[in-house]
C-alpha cells in the first residue's frame, strides 16, 4: 500500500527537538508523569497527536492578553470568539501566529511537513527568562489556527466572571489529523455545526436545491445562512446531486421529456414507473452541468458530489443498448463536470458509488481515474455495523495506487432504527480501518439527529483524528469527564461492557430486521423488497437471521451476563440515558431469548405441551416488549427532548417494535385459543382507506369509533399502514375526541405532524395520550378518531391514482 509521502525523518528530528531539546535547552521543569498528563488529557476529544505537560500556573482573565492575525478570515474571528472569554487584560500571552509570520523554524517546519499540513497546528510555552509568560498557538492556516483555539478553550475551560482563577497547563502540543476529511451527511447535520466544529469534524455534504426556471433552464442554490455558519466554524459544505434515477422529482422531464430513458421494449411498466435518464442524449450532460456550475458559483462551495443511480438505472435507446449503465452514467458525469471545468478550473467533482453499481464498482474506478474523487457507499454494505471490514479490496487498491477514496459510513445501530448503542471498540476499528487503507474521508450517517448518538459521533470524530491514541476505555473516561459524569471511570468499565454486546446486536441487525417485518417488508443487500415478519422470524439459530453475531449458546449468555453487569454498573452511575441505553440493550437479548424459547415450544409434538409452553412465553414476550417502550422511551427522551410531533418516525418504530412484534406473534398464535392478558394491547381494525376516497379531492378525514378500543387512561398506538396502490399517502394527524355523537365531540388527544407512506415506508405510528380526567368521561360519551391523510393529487394519471391502507389502534406500554 502506497503511504502518505512527507519526509519522515526530518519530523521525528523536530518531535525529539520540540518534546525533549527544548526542555533541556530552557532549563524547563520536567514532564508532568502520566497520571498528571491525564488530568488535562482527559478535557480534549479528540486526543492531539503529540502532547506534554509541564505543570500550570493559575491566573485570572484579567491578567492575560490575547493577539491574533489580522485579516478578514471569520475562522480567526471565530479562534478570536473562543479564546477573548481567557483574556480580558494583560501579563500573560496568549499568542496566534500563522507559520509565514513570527514562528519560531524549528516549529515551522514541524508544521509544514505534518500531515495534512493544512489543518496541523501546535501550541508551546513562551518563556521569558525561563519562566512561563504565555501560550504560542501556531498554525499553517486560519483553519489550523481554530483547531488550536478549540483545544485551549477545551484545556481551560472560561471562568464564571473575568475574576475567576484559571489554570492553565504549561502544555506542548504539535498536532494534525489522520483523515483529511471527517463529516457526515443527512440526519440534523446541517443544524449542527457548531456541535460538529467543536469535535474538529469539518465537513457537510448536504442535497442542494435541484429544479428549473419556467423556460427550462437548471437552477440549483444552498442556504445562504447554512454558508456562513459553516465558513464561520470551519466545516465545508460539499452539494450532493442526488442519485441519477431520481432526478424526475426535479422536474427533469417536465421540461426536457427528451432525456428519459427508453424503457425494455415489449415488457409492462409497473403503475408507479419513473425513468432514470438517458446518458447517451448530449442534453443530460448540458443539463447536469449547469447544475454544476450554479453550485460551484456559490461563495464556498469548492466541489460538487454527484450520487449515482441507487435503482435500476439501465437505458434501451440504440444508444445505450448493450453498454453496461454505470459505465455510460459515469461517463456522462465526467463530461458534464468537464464541461463545468472549462469555466472553473479549480473545481473538483466526487461521485458516489452505490449498492447498484456494487458489481461493476470496477469497471467506474478504471473510469474515473485520477478525474474525480470517489466515494464509497452502499445501502447494505456501508449501512452496516457487523464486525465485517467495509472497505473491499478494489477500493483500497485504488486508495494505494494513489485515487482519492471515501467512505459514506452508519454510526449507529442501523440507519432505519433509532437504537441505543454507546460504541466504542466499534468506531475505533471502522476508523482504524479507513485509515489504515489510505482513505481521505469518512462522511457519517446518523439519522434522525446526533443527541441521539453523542457517544458515538465523538468517538468517530476521535479516532478519525488520531486513530492510534486511545484505548476504547481511555476515550469512554474523557467523554465522560466532558460530560460532566460524576463517576468517568465506572462510565469506562460500563462501556467496555455494553458496547460489544449492542455490536453483536447491531451486526446481527436485529432490531433493524424487527422494525421492517413489521411493515412487511425486508432489507436485501441494501435494496428494501416486499417480504414479512415471519422471514425474519423464520430462523433462531445462531449466526442466523436475528442472531447473526452470535456464535453459540455460550456466546449468546456472556452476553447476557455482560448486559446484566453492565445494568448494575449503570444504576451506580448515577445517569438516566446509561441506565435507559442499558435496559434497552438487556431488553433485546431477553426478547431473543423469549423468540428462541416460542420457536422450541412450536416445535414440541405434544399439543398440551405446546400450549402450556407456549403461553408462558408469549406472557415473556409481552413483559419484554413492554420493558423495552418503557427503556427506549426513557433513552429518546434523555438524550433528544423533543416535542412529540418532532420525533422522527424512525425512533417511534423503534420504541414501538417489540410491542408490534408481541402483537403480531399472539395474532399467529391465535387459533391456539390461548388466553390473552393484554387484550387493550392489541392492534385493532378502525378504518380504511380506498382508491375512492381520493375521487373528488386529494385530501380525506377518515372517521372511526373507537370506543372499544379506549381502556382507561395511557398511552395509545395509531398505526397507519399502507397495503397497495401506485401511490402512497401523506399522513397528516390523529385526532382522538369525546362525545355523546360524532358531530358534538371535543378532542382529547392530538399527534400531529406529516409523514409519507407507501412503497419503502410501508407504516407510521402516531402517539396519543388520554389523561386520566378525560379518560373517565361523562356516562354515554363515546370516543372517535379523526384521521387525516393527503392521497394522489387529482391531476394524476388515472393509473398513478390507485391507493389502499387500513389504520389500526392499540393501548401502548410507553410510560
Same mark, same amino acid.
Given at each position: ?38 488530568? &488535562? ?27 491574533? +492575525? ?14 477573548? =472569554? ?76 473575568? $475574576? ?20 457526515? &451527511?443527512?440526519?440534523?447535520? /446541517? ?32 442556504? +445562504? ?7 464561520? @466554524? ?11 434515477? @431520481? ?17 425494455? +421494449? ?7 414507473? /419513473? ?31 454527484? &450520487? ?103 454510526? !449507529? ?24 487503507? %489510505? ?32 484505548? =476504547?476505555?481511555?476515550?469512554? $473516561? ?51 423488497? =416486499? ?16 442472531? %447473526? ?15 446484566? @453487569? ?20 438487556? %431488553? ?16 414440541? =409434538? ?17 413483559? !419484554? ?77 377518515? &372517521? ?14 395509531? !398505526? ?58 361523562? /356516562? ?36
Amino acid at each position: 500500500m502506497k503511504k502518505r509521502e512527507f519526509p519522515l525523518f526530518p519530523i521525528l528530528c523536530l518531535w525529539a527537538f520540540l518534546f525533549i531539546g527544548a526542555a533541556v535547552l530552557t532549563g524547563a521543569p520536567a514532564s508532568d508523569p502520566p497520571a498528571a498528563l491525564k488530568r &488535562w488529557t482527559d478535557r480534549i476529544i479528540p486526543l492531539p497527536q503529540r502532547i506534554e505537560t509541564a505543570g500550570s500556573i493559575r491566573i485570572s482573565p484579567r491578567g492575560i492578553s490575547l493577539s491574533l +492575525p489580522g485579516g478578514e478570515s471569520p475562522l480567526l474571528r471565530t479562534a478570536g470568539e473562543l479564546l477573548r =472569554p481567557l483574556a480580558q487584560g494583560s501579563g500573560f500571552e496568549i499568542k496566534g501566529a500563522l507559520t509565514g509570520e513570527d514562528v519560531p523554524a524549528d516549529l515551522r517546519g514541524a508544521l509544514l511537513a505534518a500531515p495534512n499540513s493544512d489543518q496541523a497546528y501546535a501550541i508551546r510555552p513562551i518563556l521569558r527568562k525561563k519562566r512561563f509568560r504565555g501560550l504560542l498557538l501556531a498554525a499553517n492556516t486560519p483553519l489550523g489556527l481554530l483547531y488550536a483555539a478549540r483545544t485551549l478553550r477545551q484545556l481551560v475551560p472560561a471562568g464564571a466572571s473575568p $475574576e475567576s482563577t484559571l489554570e492553565i497547563p504549561r502544555v506542548t502540543i504539535l498536532d494534525w489529523p489522520d483523515l483529511a476529511e471527517r463529516g457526515e &451527511w443527512g440526519g440534523s447535520a /446541517t443544524l449542527d455545526i457548531p456541535w460538529l466544529a467543536e469535535r474538529k469534524l469539518n465537513t457537510i455534504e448536504v442535497h442542494a436545491q435541484l429544479g428549473f426556471n419556467d423556460d427550462g433552464s437548471p437552477k440549483a442554490s444552498l442556504s +445562504p445562512v447554512l454558508m456562513e455558519e459553516a465558513g464561520r @466554524q470551519g466545516v465545508t459544505i460539499v452539494p450532493i446531486i442526488l442519485h441519477m434515477e @431520481q432526478l424526475a422529482g426535479t422536474g427533469l422531464f417536465r421540461h426536457h421529456p427528451e432525456v428519459a430513458a427508453m424503457p425494455k +421494449p415489449g415488457q409492462p411498466l409497473p403503475t408507479d414507473y /419513473t425513468p432514470p435518464v438517458c446518458f447517451s442524449h448530449p442534453k443530460t450532460a448540458e443539463l447536469l452541468s449547469g447544475w454544476m456550475n450554479q453550485l460551484l458559483a456559490v461563495q464556498g462551495v469548492e466541489e460538487v458530489d454527484v &450520487w449515482l443511480s441507487e435503482e435500476s438505472n439501465r437505458c434501451y435507446c440504440p444508444l445505450c443498448a448493450g453498454e453496461e449503465p454505470f459505465v455510460l452514467e459515469t461517463k456522462g458525469i465526467l463530461r458534464a463536470f468537464d464541461a463545468t471545468r472549462r469555466l472553473r478550473p479549480e473545481a473538483r467533482l466526487r461521485i458516489l458509488l452505490t449498492q447498484a453499481s456494487h458489481d461493476v464498482n470496477d469497471q467506474v474506478l478504471a473510469v474515473v481515474g485520477r478525474n474525480a474523487k470517489v466515494i464509497y457507499y452502499d445501502g447494505g454494505r456501508t449501512y452496516d455495523s457487523s464486525h465485517r471490514p467495509m472497505i473491499e479490496p478494489v477500493l483500497s487498491d485504488f486508495a494505494a495506487a494513489g485515487g482519492w477514496m471515501g467512505v459514506y459510513p452508519q454510526l !449507529t445501530n442501523s440507519w432505519r432504527t433509532v437504537f441505543p448503542w454507546s460504541g466504542a471498540e466499534f468506531m475505533r476499528a471502522r476508523m482504524n480501518e479507513f485509515v489504515g487503507k %489510505g482513505l481521505r474521508s469518512f462522511i457519517g450517517y446518523a439519522t434522525p439527529h446526533n443527541s441521539y448518538y453523542d457517544f458515538n459521533v465523538t468517538a468517530a470524530a476521535e479516532w478519525s483524528w488520531n486513530s492510534r491514541g486511545r484505548t =476504547p476505555r481511555a476515550f469512554a $473516561e474523557a467523554y465522560a469527564v466532558r460530560r460532566g459524569i460524576v463517576r468517568p471511570a465506572a462510565f469506562a468499565a460500563w462501556s467496555e461492557l455494553v458496547g460489544p454486546v449492542g455490536w453483536k446486536l447491531a451486526g446481527s441487525r436485529t432490531v433493524e430486521r424487527l422494525v421492517f417485518g413489521a411493515g412487511g417488508l425486508v432489507f436485501v443487500d441494501g435494496r428494501i423488497v =416486499p417480504g414479512s415478519l415471519s422471514q425474519s422470524l423464520a430462523s433462531m439459530d445462531f449466526g442466523g437471521t436475528l442472531l %447473526g453475531e452470535f456464535d453459540n449458546e455460550r456466546d449468546f449468555e456472556a452476553g447476557r451476563e455482560r448486559a446484566r @453487569q453492565a445494568l448494575t454498573l449503570a444504576r451506580s452511575i448515577g445517569d438516566a440515558a446509561v441506565l435507559a441505553e442499558t435496559e434497552s440493550v438487556a %431488553g433485546v437479548l431477553d426478547l431473543l431469548e423469549n423468540l428462541r424459547e416460542i420457536a422450541a415450544a412450536d416445535s414440541l =409434538p405434544d399439543e398440551a405441551a405446546k400450549r402450556d409452553r407456549l403461553g408462558r412465553a408469549l406472557d415473556g414476550l409481552d413483559g !419484554t416488549a413492554r420493558a423495552l417502550a418503557g427503556s427506549l422511551g426513557r433513552w429518546g427522551r434523555e438524550t433528544n427532548p423533543v416535542p412529540r410531533n418532532r420525533l422522527a418516525s424512525r425512533f417511534r418504530d423503534t420504541v414501538d417494535f417489540a410491542s408490534h412484534l408481541a402483537d403480531a406473534e399472539r395474532a399467529s398464535h391465535d387459533s391456539l385459543g390461548l388466553p390473552d392478558p393484554f387484550p387493550s394491547f392489541r392492534s385493532r381494525l378502525a378504518a380504511r382507506w380506498r382508491d375512492e376516497d381520493f375521487a373528488r379531492s386529494e385530501t380525506a378525514d377518515l &372517521w372511526a369509533d373507537v370506543t372499544a378500543a379506549v381502556d382507561g387512561p395511557g398511552e395509545y398506538d395509531v !398505526t397507519f399502514r399502507f397495503e397497495d396502490g401506485a401511490s402512497g399517502v401523506k399522513t397528516r394527524a390523529a385526532t382522538l375526541l369525546r362525545g355523546p355523537d360524532r358531530a358534538r365531540a371535543k378532542p382529547v388527544a392530538e399527534d400531529r405532524w406529516d409523514f409519507r407512506i407507501g412503497r419503502f415506508d410501508r407504516y407510521v405510528d402516531y402517539w396519543l395520550t388520554v389523561p386520566g380526567a378525560v379518560a373517565a368521561g361523562a /356516562t354515554g360519551d363515546r370516543y372517535f378518531l379523526k384521521l387525516e391523510i393527503v392521497g394522489p393529487a387529482l391531476d394524476a394519471p388515472a393509473d398513478r391514482r390507485t391507493c389502499r391502507g387500513l389504520v389500526t389502534m392499540r393501548k401502548s406500554w410507553r410510560e
